[in-house]
C-alpha cells in the first residue's frame, strides 16, 4: 500500500526566509508525486507533480520539489516566503497501478511579518 | 476560479437523511473525482469517473454512491447519514483518466450532520 507522511503539522517561517515543508512517500512501485495547497474555505490548488524525467520540479508561485528516490522523499521548497504563502499544503502520491490517490495528513505554513 | 462548480455550498440534514451533491466540470474534461475532507479523517479520496465510466475506488462507503452522467457532471449520493459525514466534500475534473493530469478542484460543498 501507498502511504505519505508529511513531517511537522504547522511550519511558522518569517518573510523573507525559506520554506522548507517535508513529505516521505512509500510506494512498491513508481510514484507520482503532487503538491496541492488549500487557501482558507477554497478548494485545493495543483503546486508542482512529478511523474517522469527531471527529479527537480519548477511549480507555480516560486515553488519547486525534488524527487529523491533514494530517501522516498519529495521535499517542497521556496527560496523567499511571503505573506501570501500562508496556507496548508498536500503532498499525495499516485501510480497507475493502484488507480487511486492518497494524500499526506497536511502542514499549515504561517509566515510571520 | 478553477471552472469546476458544485452545488450546493453548504448542506445541513440530520441522521438518517440522503443528500445528493452536485459537480459540474471544467469544459473538455472528461474525469471527475470526488474527495472528502474531514477533521478526523482528513483529505480521502473516494472515487473517479471518466466519460461515464467509474476508473478507481478509494475510501468510499457502501452507503454513498456516485454516477456521472452524459453531460458530464457528476453526482455524489449519501444516505443513512451519520454525525461522522459531516464534512467538506470536494469534486475535481481532469482532462484525462491518468493521474498525470492535472485536477481541478471545484469549492466543495460543507455538509453538516445533526
Known amino acids: 500500500a501507498q502511504s505519505v507522511t508529511q513531517l511537522g503539522s504547522h511550519v511558522s517561517v518569517s518573510e523573507g526566509a525559506l520554506v522548507l515543508l517535508r513529505c516521505n512517500y512509500s510506494?512498491?512501485?513508481?510514484?507520482?508525486l503532487f503538491w496541492y495547497v488549500q487557501y482558507p474555505n477554497q478548494g485545493l490548488q495543483l503546486l508542482l507533480k512529478y511523474t517522469t524525467g527531471a527529479t527537480l520540479v519548477k511549480g507555480i508561485n516560486g515553488f519547486e520539489a525534488e524527487f529523491k528516490k533514494s530517501e522516498t522523499s519529495f521535499h517542497l521548497t521556496k527560496p523567499s516566503a511571503h505573506m501570501s504563502d500562508a496556507a496548508e499544503y498536500f503532498c499525495a502520491v499516485s501510480d497507475t497501478g493502484r488507480r487511486a490517490l492518497t494524500f499526506g495528513s497536511g502542514t499549515r505554513l504561517q509566515v510571520q511579518p | 476560479d478553477s471552472g469546476v462548480t458544485q452545488t450546493p455550498k453548504h448542506l445541513i440534514t440530520a441522521t438518517g437523511q440522503r443528500v445528493t451533491l452536485r459537480c459540474s466540470p471544467r469544459?473538455?474534461?472528461?474525469?471527475v473525482y470526488w474527495y472528502q475532507q474531514s477533521l478526523d479523517q482528513g483529505l480521502q479520496f473516494l472515487i473517479q469517473?471518466?466519460?461515464?465510466?467509474?476508473?478507481a475506488k478509494g475510501n468510499i462507503l457502501e452507503r454513498f454512491s456516485a454516477q456521472q452522467f452524459p453531460d458530464l457532471h457528476s453526482e455524489l449520493n449519501l444516505s443513512s447519514l451519520e454525525l461522522g459525514d459531516s464534512a467538506l466534500y470536494f469534486c475535481?475534473?481532469?482532462?484525462?483518466?491518468?493521474?498525470?493530469?492535472?485536477?481541478?478542484f471545484g469549492p466543495g460543498t460543507r455538509l453538516t450532520v445533526t
Open positions: 475535481a475534473s481532469s482532462e484525462g483518466q491518468g493521474w498525470s493530469y492535472e485536477q481541478y
Open positions: 510506494s512498491s512501485v513508481p510514484p507520482y
Open positions: 469517473y471518466y466519460n461515464g465510466e467509474e476508473r
Open positions: 469544459s473538455g474534461d472528461l474525469s
